[in-house]
Structure formats: structure tokens, C-alpha cells
């Protein structure tokens, strides 16, 4: 049977810059590879020049950068022939496909009614009318087989917004050989630190979208002996706490992460808006328990059992139930509970990347009944 041919729209080529959705890519093209797909990616740069009105349009509007790179792919030979066309964040709009499914690693419009900082006047006139065209951009990059979230509470957020998405979800995979289990006491000589006491970690960008101003409340709380490293990027929109307990780490290559996450007895993901966040997937492949506010993937993590459920705190704003939760998570592993393999059995049982082909071949079989799934993954 021939090799079922798939093209990917996407911003960026996988792999490339700090963010998810490139790692989200990389993990993904995988999954897909292992299906015995022939996988290709057609980003922004391979769309070829844009005309100095676009440059000068994309640079007053970046929302439009991808919609406009659409248009200079249509007729490609690349989606032309593809058996399924997939395409990410604003890509894929105008495109005329027979198999096209729009993927949503996540939404502007949720993210900025959602995570944006409070504003007033004509800020906040600005901001909703950025809001509404960032929605109604959504709204548009239906396929011919519709729009799928990786996450329930992301599907949820977007229907919020008048976005339409299918049923199912698709959850991202995680490179499960890569994080995994090791020595808490190893990871903390690699990183110079104490063998004994508690270390929290968060990691992402730090800014009041990812919850910066709720660690510091957090940190606050924490009793003296207590540490939290934070594992961001150099450049932040939000100040650095000014506090011993405090160690950032900054700028970690995707690869240095997991001692960071074999080192913390808990990780700690406050933010407002998510899609899906791959840290806290990574996070608990290494055995890392979870704490994270209600958003994108909390209500998958809410099936999880006793000790993966435990971690979502339903009132993000409330340091106080963060520090009741940390408690509660750190009681159980001190009452000789397994939270470690918990977290890893979770992740492997759900955003593996077997696992995540598992999610893919059924999906597939339904959308392309034509091409054998399940026996090319089996083999």
C-alpha cells in the first residue's frame, strides 16, 4: 500500500526557536514518521518573498504574517499532492484542500482575553478590537475537515470565542525517552545544589501571562529552607524577584532540561492561559509531581488519579492554596506515596510518543479509511 503523504503548514520549520508549538512540531513530525507517513513542512520562509506592501503590512499587523504567507502557498505542489494537509496557528487560511484539518496548539484570541495584563481607556478599546480580529482570523482557518485543540480546556476556551472545533482532542507528545526518570540527588550535584530541602521549579517565560506575579505571591508564603529555581528565558516583561531563595536559571537548551525537572520535588505552573504545556508533560516524564492552575490541559490531568489530580489548583490567584497543595503533594511522598512514578506513568500512558501514535492511528483510520494505520504502527 503506498505511504500516505502529509503536509504540514506551520510559522516556523519544528525544532526552531524557544517556544511549544517548534518542540510541539519536532514531537509530532515523529508520531507521524512512525505511522509510516511521509511527513514534509512548508513555514513562512519557504512561502518565498513577500512584496514590500506585505512586509510593511506584516510588521503593522503580525497576526496578518501567516494568512499572507498562506496565500503565496496556494497551488503548491507540495499540498496538491499531500493525502492530508495540516496546518498551525494562523496558517492554511485560503487554502483549498480536500483533507484539511487545522490544528490549534493554542489561540490568540483565548490568550489575550485570558492572560493579558488589565488595561483602560483606549489600551483596552485597542486590545479588544486586537482580540476580536485575532478571533475572527481563527474563525477562518477552517479546513475541510475542520479545526481540532490538543487539550479540552483549550477546545473549551475556543468555542468561548465562537471558534469551531471538533469533539475530539489530540493530545501533543512528549519525548519520553528524553525526560525520564533519574537521581534527585545526582540532578542537584549537576546543578549545585543542596541534596536535602525542598526545590519547586518553574519554567517558561517570565511574564504576567505564564503567572509571574503569582510565584512571587508564592514565594512569599514559602518557608525559609525552601528554594525555587526559575528556568526562563534572558529577556522577561516582568521584574525578577529580589530573594535568596531564588535561582533562576536562564537560556536551558531543551535537552539540559531534565535535571532541572529530576531535581524539583514539585513543579509549579500558575499561568492564565494555556493550550497544552508541554513543560508540565515534560515535568512529569522525569518524575516530577505537577501543580498548575485550572487552564488547557488541567482537566486532562484532573482524570488522572489521586496524586496527578491533586496538583490543580483551582483558584490560581490564592497563594494560599497553592502552598496548601504543595503541602498536600509533599505529605504524600513523606507518607511513602510514589507521586514520582505516578507523574511518569501518567505521562507515558498518555503523551508518549506510542501512546500519542495510538491517538493519531485511530483519528487517521477515521479521516482516511483508505490508508492502514494500525498494521504499519503495529509493525
Known amino acids: 500500500m503506498r505511504q500516505p503523504s502529509i503536509a504540514i503548514l506551520c510559522p516556523h520549520q519544528p525544532g526552531s526557536g524557544f517556544g511549544g508549538a517548534e518542540q510541539h512540531l519536532a514531537d509530532l513530525a515523529i508520531v507521524l514518521q512512525s505511522l509510516q507517513a511521509d511527513v514534509s513542512f512548508l513555514s513562512r520562509e519557504a512561502a518565498g518573498s513577500d512584496s514590500i506592501i506585505e512586509r510593511i503590512t506584516g510588521r503593522a499587523f503580525p497576526l496578518l504574517r501567516s494568512p499572507l504567507a498562506s496565500r503565496r502557498l496556494r497551488g503548491r505542489d507540495a499540498i496538491s499532492r499531500a493525502d492530508l494537509l495540516l496546518s498551525i496557528e494562523l496558517m492554511g487560511i485560503g487554502i483549498e484542500h480536500p483533507k484539511h484539518l487545522h490544528l490549534f496548539f493554542g489561540s490568540y484570541a483565548a490568550f489575550r482575553n485570558d492572560a493579558l495584563p488589565p488595561s483602560a481607556g483606549i489600551r483596552k478599546f485597542t486590545a479588544s478590537t486586537i482580540t476580536s480580529i485575532a478571533a475572527a482570523l481563527e474563525r477562518s482557518t477552517q479546513g475541510s475537515l475542520g479545526a481540532i485543540a490538543n487539550s479540552f480546556g483549550l477546545r473549551d476556551a475556543l468555542r468561548s470565542h465562537g471558534i469551531p472545533v471538533r469533539d475530539e482532542i489530540l493530545l501533543p507528545p512528549t519525548n519520553t525517552s528524553r525526560f525520564r526518570l533519574g537521581s534527585k ?195
Not at 277 to 293: K, M, Y
Not at 353 to 377: G, S, Y
Request: glycine fraction near 6%; charged fraction near 20%.
Open 185 to 379: 540527588k545526582e540532578a542537584r550535584r549537576q546543578l549545585g545544589l543542596p541534596e536535602g530541602g525542598v526545590v519547586l521549579l518553574f519554567a517558561g517565560r517570565w511574564e504576567y501571562a505564564k503567572g509571574a506575579d503569582r510565584v512571587e505571591k508564592l514565594i512569599a508564603c514559602m518557608p525559609t529552607d525552601w528554594i525555587i529555581i526559575l528556568s526562563c528565558p534572558s529577556s522577561s516583561t516582568w521584574p525578577w524577584p529580589e530573594d535568596p531563595r531564588v535561582i533562576r536559571v536562564l537560556d536551558t537548551k531543551n535537552e539540559d532540561m531534565p535535571w532541572l525537572y529530576q531535581a524539583a520535588d514539585v513543579f509549579v505552573q500558575p499561568s492564565r492561559f494555556e493550550g497544552y504545556s508541554l513543560v508540565v508533560s515534560e515535568a512529569q516524564a522525569c518524575g516530577c509531581p505537577v501543580t498548575t492552575s485550572d487552564v488547557g490541559h488541567a482537566r486532562h490531568l484532573a482524570a488522572g488519579g489521586d496524586l496527578v489530580s491533586l496538583g490543580v489548583v483551582r483558584d490560581a490567584d490564592s497563594p494560599c492554596q497553592w502552598m496548601h497543595t504543595l503541602q498536600l503533594m509533599l505529605q504524600a511522598v513523606k507518607d511513602g506515596r510514589r507521586a514520582d512514578l505516578a507523574a511518569r506513568g501518567f505521562a507515558e500512558a498518555t503523551v508518549s510518543h506510542k501512546a500519542v501514535a495510538l491517538q493519531w492511528a485511530a483519528f487517521a483510520t477515521k479521516i482516511l479509511p483508505e490508508f492502514e494505520w494500525h498494521p504499519r504502527l503495529a509493525s
